[in-house]
């Protein structure tokens, strides 16, 4: 009972302050609206990418036989290149994407993404990543006035409109008319990519999982689609690109061997021959065939680890050349150590982006300096891994060498020509069986690179959302009456609690605890 007749007293206090509740609701409402009016609605879109194993796909074709095994792709790495400045340049550059078009829509200005009765054709900014603002009036002749702040340039559609900023060139389709503007802004490729970015999350799908969801936030739902499906073809388009330099890497370095094998081939061959046609016939025994048989299996795997130790002397080459060479490293050669194998894959990586970037920015560009020193340090790492790689296999082929020699001071005891005749045809054997080993080698190298395929696949392609995801319009109005009624009950009760006079017998009553029984009203 005390409870109630507490709150009925604090009610008949409250209620005596009914406009503040009016008012503050009112004014809320207005801010809602006009809130929900001048903020314009972000649209959100999603797409999902599996990474493909390219063990799963018949692409580690090369030097598997080396015990070079390929690694399951480091999806971390993955989500950092589509996070990368480049394929985002790459998208904003290829669908212009750094021309905006807007049309005053009262208190905002409204996007216009898809076809702009204005567009711009050329921009050629004064300075490396100048910019311009400026609305465009036609005349309703072919001609239009360009308004840039204070200033007032006029033009023709077509041609050439030199401003204090740059160099101009705009289109029109004729459909807007004569007083009616449109608002243009040229950016520069960095600024566009910097904003998309900002408004881009790439993340795993799971801990298990070889999908990357991607997600992109934009005021225009379908430029965030063509930006994320854009995205998502430069990406696969590079890591093809990628996957065929090092192929090529490795046909190169494969052909360079094969000529000096051919070589040698031809001398074992004639030398052969000539011994062959020079004695009687010969004819192996047992024991001697056995001998033979043993030691080509010693001369295969010596000849596979100098096979291995001449492509890491190649790919150390490549990488005593400099910076000017700008050659790309055989990364399919798949080198079974971690850190060198990704230190392969990131130095071609990276060379790709100084090239782009190298078409854009001058020499002595801060960002071009910075990607020479990261190649620079990386190309230094390459090659303190080849050192101690090349040592252990050093290691493994004298222990191989030991055992030749061991079984070649058992030939011997072989007839002295015989002797001869295995060596022969076992010099012959060594040098054809790697002779073919590198022609098949190079054939799979060079199929390979015809049917490369992308990285990754699209399992769950963009769609073109018709909701935005903010500002959601409940929650806004919600937060508005939640507001709208907190304020002024906290300033009510600030009111009432600051107020010390007794105004009515119920007051008295609860302070005292002492019931009233009459009361004298007072007249003045």
Known sequence: PD???????????????WYLFAASLLIASVVAYWYLKVTAPMYQVEAQVLIKDEKSYGEDILFAELGLGKKIKNLENEVLVLLSSPIMADVVFKNSL?????????????????????????????????????????????????????????????????????KLILWSDRTLGAGESIIVMALSVEEM??????????????????????????????????????????????????????????????????????????????????????????????EASLLMTELAGYDHKISDLDVQMEMMDEIGAVLSKGLDAREYLPTNLSINNVTLGNALQSFNTLLAQREQQSRKLGPDHPDLQLMDKQIENMRKSIKDNLVSLKSDLRMMRGESKQQQQILSSRTRSLPRRERQLVEKERRKSVVENLYLYLLQKREESAISMAVTTSTGAVIEPAEIPEVPV???????????????????????????????????????????????LASIANSR
């Open 3 to 17: 409870g109630g007749q507490n709150l009925r007293l604090l009610w008949s206090k409250v209620k005596r302050y």
């Open 193 to 286: 990519v910097g904003y998309f970015k900002e408004h881009l999350d790439v993340s795993i799908a799971g801990e298990e999982s070889s999908i990357l969801v991607l997600k992109l936030k934009d005021a225009s739902a379908n430029r965030a689609h063509d930006v994320l499906m854009g995205l998502i073809d430069a990406y696969n388009e590079r890591s093809i690109d990628d996957k065929n330099k090092g192929y090529e890497g490795a046909i190169r370095l494969i052909d360079e061997r094969l000529a000096v094998v051919t070589s040698e081939l031809s001398e074992v061959e004639q030398d052969v021959e000539a011994f062959k046609s020079g004695s009687v016939t010969i004819e192996l025994g047992a």
């Open 98 to 166: 750094q021309w905006r078009y807007f049309r005053d829509a009262g208190p905002v200005l409204k996007e216009i993404y898809i076809d702009p009765p204005v567009r711009i054709l050329d921009w050629s900014p004064a300075t490396s990543r100048g910019r311009v603002t400026g609305e465009v009036v036609p005349d309703g002749k072919g001609g239009y006035r360009f308004i840039v702040g204070e200033e007032e340039y006029e033009g023709e559609f077509g041609g050439q409109l030199i401003l204090p900023e740059g």
């Open 470 to 516: 903010s500002p959601k319009g409940s929650q806004v109005w919600l937060i508005a009456f939640f507001l709208g009624m907190a304020l002024p009950s906290a300033l009510t009760l600030l009111i009432v609690n600051l107020n010390d006079r007794v105004e009515d017998a119920p007051s008295i009553q609860k302070v005292t605890g002492v019931p009233v």
